[in-house]
């Protein structure tokens, strides 16, 4: 630490991102990312002529691709506002919303960003805690008195609240912003986007990252009333107007005009996660239900750092959090099939089974 960091930043505990290996001989199931990569015309939306225009600044508006979020979503452009990942998305949200002593409400485990933001924003963080069966329990969250935030499927228990408890906490908060960060939206529990007709205290923060294969690119969305996205637009272009690339804005672009890929890609994990949920479970696993691309699982005989460390001297990669009341449970992404009867495979050996 150099003399010259402020004093506010010294205790700053920094977001600790699962580990991104520099080689290519593990099974990486341990940052949600799609196991399939990007799709054929997405891959083609960026070669060639495209990378030759790089010499220019990209389109701070990236119109072609808020048009195309638009589109997908049957809202008007001005309800749509793209970021460097949904993080950044994220972290403009507490600049605008939630920053200097106002109040922030989430909970407790969750998404570790939202902790992290609230410290470097100064907020005032209130976590609140899941239930025993590690749910949200929606009543937790009515008639508040600042912003509240809620991934739903929450991660990194995968687990979804649906439609009904989510407008009660929307009809209960008219006063306060509630934003709804949809990272896993598409992998089995209903987005609260049709909702924006009816509550201008919705923000819903979605991801190209998981769903639409495209982690490396960075790209992240916000629907919400026009106002709330102008308001996230001003920090914005104060802060980064270029916060999208060229090459990042036709891949995400093209990526959501084709459905067909994607129809096609998030199915097929869906039918991987059921499928290697039931045998985990055949395994003595207890697996929490995911609607998410990952599942978040313990077994009754190994802890959650043997199976963790176990796996990983087995080139499986997969998160453990070792904090309460999380610190029996390992989440997994959901990869290609091999990959996870590998684990399985691995997860039979750890267990004393043999194969
Ligand atoms: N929200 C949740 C709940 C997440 O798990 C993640 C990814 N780790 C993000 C947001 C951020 O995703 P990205 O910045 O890649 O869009």
Sequence with gaps: MSKFLREQYQNLEPYTPGEQPKTDNLIKLNTNENPYGPGPRTKAAISGEQVSKLMLYPDPEASELVEAISQYYELEKEQVMVGNGSDEILAFSFMAFASEGAKVYFPDPSYGFYKVYADIYHSRANPVPLTEDLRINPDHYKNLDGTIIIANPNAPTGIALNLNDIE??????????????????DFGAKSCVPFLTKYDNLLVIQTFSKSRSLAGARVGFAMGGKEVISDLNRIKFSFNPYNLNRLSILAAAEAIRDEAYFQQTRQKIIRTREKFTEELKALGFTVLPSAANFVFARSGRLSGKDYFTGLRERNILVRYFGKEPISDFVRITIGREEDMEQLICATRELLGKGI
Aim: proline residues 0%; without cysteine.
């Design 168 to 185: 009660a906490i929307l009809s209960s908060n008219r006063s306060n912003l509630v934003i709804i960060d949809e990272a896993y939206i």
